[in-house]
């Protein structure tokens, strides 16, 4: 492709309004155009981009048996009530009504509309293991659009759905598509991590997230320095914390401890470590039609609680919030003193919980539920009817479940897939069944495969841009040479550009060549912006045999002889190649 007939429109300013610098250069290089809040134009060389990763992208999920289709983008509003999402997905689901007043949504997923799709064509047990995938746009409707491609309304995502007959088929698949999407990760030259994730709005019981490592991710990701263990912070979990002190032991009683209002001065008042100390932490849980209840979280005084956690230990619950010390008096309590005696009578909560950690506990200083008051010699071995679950987050620090010796640190990420194990949240709501090897109807068991498309554009760079522009892989980059014509009035400069280009072309290597009157400088400064990830410098070097080899990585430079063409050919192809 020749650079004066492809439309680039590169530009040198600064975008307003830009955090990221993946956004910063998808615009400037030409790769992008914003047409609306969150919603963009793929340009030719976006175009190209994406359609490189969409290849990648097929070509393992065919090699992996999956069958693609194409869905369509909108959806009767019918099918998302039959899930029960029509009204619990919130306003980031776009409704509209066509001209005779019937309902549609335009798909942000398709669990929806694969589910009818099986209920309607897959009868038997026989017919089953299915799997479905499609690369398509999608919309949500964001509150707050950001980053350009990384949180957009309008993206292009790869979604696949899989159905079985048993959850041992289902395991086997997400085992599949776990080793399916790194192979699809380490081809487009990533630095990922597959790490242990929190299900979201999506449902089902397993999930697993796959991040490619960056400082300007949003999200935490929490990994051991010893071995593979990664997980989300709402995920993660540690080997139990041991205590490095005596346990203060004391028959249980009960003290005054007037002016006591955190966990540290408690410890303090005891002389104790504070993992001797439990702590209360009070939510209130809202669910649907309104209705609230106060939840009671316990947990080791030197823990913290994590909040997705907690609003998935509460059965049907979609949001919680803090409970104002107000409303705690108002129910008998005492804030900064509260414990578990006699709670569940105080409070005729069904919401108590403890951190798994806290299992068979003892030795432990907590609230009397009595201001100015806490008991010692706690034992909650001794209780009975206590829940327990997962409710701390983890530290840095902390030891790995997984290895035992290594130590958890944290790192950013940015999320570019994410599997799901849904089992039949959505065969169940929409009545989609088969009949099983006795003849009886039962739910399709279900899992759930995204991979963020047009998200990628943006992670590969920012994972692999400097100060100069963008350095794209090369299994991703729009072409893998740009050729230079430092002088294109020169006419040796000219003609060898030319010949070069005509030959590695017909060798399958993707060039540009840049037969602008531009400026070499200009030129340059695209090569450099747009992220190709060689240039061959054709330029004043010609009259004394050499050109020039640049790699966009490092900005390394290789001259290579002219004298035999086709050997410069090859030495070009090998280069390429490093």
Request: charged letters at 30%; a negative charge; hydrophobic letters at 40%.
């Amino acid at each position: 492709m020749r650079f004066s007939k492809f439309f680039i429109p590169t530009f040198k300013e600064v975008p307003k309004d830009v955090i990221l610098k993946s956004h910063e250069y998808l615009l400037r290089g030409g790769f992008i155009q914003q047409i609306g809040s969150g919603i963009y134009n793929f340009l030719p060389l976006g175009k190209k981009v994406l359609d490189k990763i969409s290849r990648i992208v097929k070509n393992k999920m065919d090699e992996a048996g999956a069958n693609e289709v194409l869905l369509g983008c909108v959806t009767p509003a019918s099918l998302w009530q039959a899930s029960g999402r029509y009204d619990r997905y919130g306003k980031e689901l776009l409704r509209f009504k066509d001209r005779k007043e019937n309902e549609f949504v335009f798909g942000p997923t398709h669990e929806e509309t694969i589910t009818e799709l099986a209920k309607t064509y897959i009868k038997s047990y026989k017919q089953l293991p299915l799997h479905f995938y499609q690369i398509q746009t999608k919309f949500r409707d964001e509150i707050r659009p950001r980053f350009g491609l990384m949180r957009g309304r309008e993206f292009i995502m790869k979604d696949g759905y899989s159905f079985h007959s048993n959850y041992e088929d289902l395991k086997r698949e997400f085992d599949v598509m776990e080793k399916t999407y790194s192979a699809i990760f380490l081809e487009l030259g990533l630095d990922f991590r597959a790490v242990e994730a929190d299900s979201g709005a999506i449902g089902g019981s397993g999930s697993k997230e796959f991040m490619v490592l960056a400082e300007s991710g949003e999200d935490t990701i929490c990994v051991c320095d010893s071995c593979s263990y990664a997980a989300n912070l709402e995920a993660a979990n540690r080997l139990p914390k041991m205590p490095l002190t005596t346990p203060p032991e004391a028959n249980f009683a009960k003290f005054h401890t007037p002016q006591i209002r955190t966990i540290e001065s408690l410890a303090e008042f005891f002389k104790v470590d504070s993992y001797w100390t439990l702590k209360a932490v009070v939510k209130k849980a809202l669910f649907d039609g309104g209705k609230s209840e106060f939840v009671f979280f316990f947990l080791r005084g030197c823990d913290s609680l994590n909040e997705t956690k907690a609003l998935n230990a509460i059965n049907g619950a979609n949001e919680i919030v803090d409970a104002s010390e107000e409303e705690l008096r108002k129910l008998g309590l005492f804030p900064r003193f509260i414990g578990p005696y006699a709670l569940r009578n105080l409070t005729q909560s069904p919401y108590i919980y403890f951190d798994l950690e806290l299992q068979n506990a003892k030795n432990l200083i907590c609230g009397a539920n009595e201001e100015d008051y806490h008991f010692v010699g706690v034992d909650l071995g001794l209780f009975e009817g206590l829940e327990f679950k997962d409710l701390l987050e983890v530290k840095e620090g902390d030891y790995c479940k997984e290895c035992h010796k290594g130590k958890l640190y944290f790192t950013k990420g940015i999320e570019v897939g994410h599997i799901f194990q849904l089992g039949e949240k959505y065969s169940q709501a929409m009545e989609a069944t088969f009949l099983d090897e006795e003849g009886k109807a039962k739910p399709f068991v279900m899992g759930c495969y995204g991979i963020g498309i047009s998200r990628l554009l943006a992670a590969i760079i920012e994972q692999n841009h400097d100060e100069k522009g963008m350095k794209w892989t090369a299994t991703t980059a729009p072409f893998l040479l740009d050729i230079v014509v430092s002088n294109i009035k020169d006419e040796n400069q000219s003609e060898l550009a030319e010949k070069i280009y005509h030959a590695l072309s017909a060798n399958g290597i993707e060039c540009l060549l840049d037969d602008r009157k531009e400026r070499y400088g200009a030129k340059m400064a695209d090569f450099e912006l747009i992220g190709i990830p060689y240039a061959l410098i054709v330029g004043k070097g010609v009259e004394e045999g050499k050109i020039e080899l640049v790699c966009r990585k490092n900005l390394e430079k290789i001259n290579l002889e002219i004298a035999d063409f086709e050997s410069l050919i090859e030495k070009i192809k090998q280069n390429l190649q490093m």
